[in-house]
T-cell receptor, first 113, second 116 residues
């Protein structure tokens, strides 16, 4: 079955600390992978995407993610978080032949001052 | 207006009311989506309109009825809703190419629906 797992419902990090949010997927086709962020009361904003090529992709707001096919993972990282990064983060997977996305349940990031 | 807009942003309705949610995209895309977002659950795709084709999630109750009069506008008509339908309803759009799909979706801010 196709699925996306974000194992951490909540993560708390101190401002200035590094961050890694985990995403694992199960998908039958070559995956397209996405990370979105949702601030309170807002819609989802695309942070970064992977279609092909270099497995380390850079996104907006200083985020990056690495596609590891052998581990079926697409973890999101940031070297130093800011209080404004507090939000919910969603991982999603799709493919060239299916425009529908499979979504993870999200990880809520809490920033400690 | 830019991107994807949704109105109203907040809606409170009784179970016997009829209301509609509106979505408009200003990106020139040819696919539009309705999602339901409930707390602690993955996004639930409700309906897709793409290249004049409509796809729906068979688990969506008939009290939700979509309408897509053109590629820029999408409506979700609501009638006789239940309290469990209270959620954030998100609209999204994307560009679908013939024979190839790029799934990058652009989202509106959502409509927070409360059913009393």
């Amino acid at each position: 079955a196709q699925s996306v797992t974000q194992p951490d419902i909540h993560i708390t990090v101190s401002e200035g600390a590094s961050l890694e949010l985990r995403c694992n997927y199960s998908y039958g086709a070559t995956p397209y992978l996405f990370w979105y962020v949702q601030s309170p009361g807002q819609g989802l904003q695309l942070l970064l995407k992977y279609f092909s090529g270099d497995t380390l992709v850079q996104g907006i707001k200083g985020f990056e993610a690495e596609f590891k096919r052998s581990q079926s993972s697409f973890n999101l990282r940031k070297p130093s978080v800011h209080w404004s990064d507090a939000a919910e983060y969603f991982c999603a997977v799709g493919s060239a032949s299916n425009y529908q996305l499979i979504w993870g349940a999200g990880t809520k990031l809490i920033i400690k001052p | 207006e830019t991107g994807v807009t949704q109105t109203p942003r907040h809606l409170v309705m009784g179970m016997t009311n009829k209301k509609s949610l509106k979505c408009e995209q200003h990106l020139g895309h040819n696919a539009m989506y309705w999602y339901k977002q409930s707390a602690k659950k993955p996004l639930e795709l409700m309906f897709v309109y793409s290249l004049e084709e409509r796809v729906e999630n068979n688990s969506v109750p008939s009290r939700f009825s979509p309408e897509c009069p053109n590629s820029s506008h999408l409506f979700l008509h609501l009638h006789t809703l239940q309290p469990e339908d209270s959620a954030l309803y998100l609209c999204a759009s994307s560009q679908r190419l013939a024979g190839l799909s790029y799934n990058e979706q652009f989202f509106g801010p959502g409509t927070r629906l409360t059913v009393l």
